[in-house]
């Protein structure tokens, strides 16, 4: 896609949108076509690397043990230790809470079967279960800091029920022209997954949270 036109469309949608009283994300979505989405090897779940962050702090909580949690908690939003692991299982008010308010949840790689048993009845219905495909699986060798400058930066694409992605590329106070680089980062890795590349993409739009979609293709 020309990324002069997604700029273009990117202030159209700014535009048509009324001000909120929030800071509004700016979505990305994209309807597929002949695609056989029960076909597993046909399915999108991957994850992107961004060149602009996404304009909101993205927040991350770490799930470690004693000799990962001081480096942890200089690093993380959140961070909780094995020895509460069990107290926080039972505790599913504010477990749901923990999930809602962080984007990304990291585990140290010696926990993850505990971790399992315990959250991942929360974790896993809401794609936030820690994923070593987003590098979310760590150690002691592990650099936290740059991880997290990572995750401010990473998006999950998926399409496994629906032919259907949606994505949020960026919020309204960040320049057009950062936004429409990121939404030609999510598009250009997403034709590169697709079996038919760009034969599979229908429709292009970008969106405000509270706005009317905008086509871009």
């Keep these: 896609m020309d990324t002069k036109l997604i700029t273009q469309k990117v202030s159209e949608a700014k535009k048509s949108s009324k001000k909120r009283n929030f800071k509004q994300t700016v979505d990305l979505i994209i309807t597929l076509k ?3 989405l029960k076909n ?3 399915q999108v779940d991957m994850f992107v690397q961004l060149h602009y962050p996404l304009g909101k702090k993205v927040k991350v909580c770490a799930l470690v043990g004693p000799e990962l949690r001081p480096k942890a908690e200089k690093v993380f939003d959140t961070v909780i230790s094995e020895g509460n692991f069990e ?3 039972k505790d599913k008010k504010q477990l749901k809470k923990l999930v809602r308010e962080h984007k990304y949840f990291v585990a ?4 993850m079967p505990r971790i399992a048993s315990l959250f991942g009845k929360v974790l896993g219905p809401k794609g936030k279960m820690p994923n070593p495909k987003a590098g979310c699986v760590v150690d002691l060798r592990t650099d936290l800091k740059a991880l997290y400058d990572k995750l401010q930066k990473l ?3 998926t399409a496994k029920t ?6 949020a590329v960026g919020s309204e106070e960040m320049e057009d022209s950062q936004i429409a680089d990121n939404i030609h980062t999510v598009y250009d890795h997403l034709v590169h997954t697709l079996p038919k590349g760009e034969a599979n993409i229908s429709k292009v739009f ?5 706005g009317k979609p905008v086509e871009v293709k």
């Design 40 to 42: 597993s090897e046909e």
């Design 87 to 89: 107290k926080l299982s």
């Design 162 to 167: 629906q032919p259907q992605v949606q994505v």
């Design 206 to 210: 970008v969106k405000l949270t509270m």
């Design 34 to 36: 002949e695609l056989n």
């Design 108 to 111: 140290q790689a010696n926990l």
């Design 155 to 157: 998006v999950r694409v």
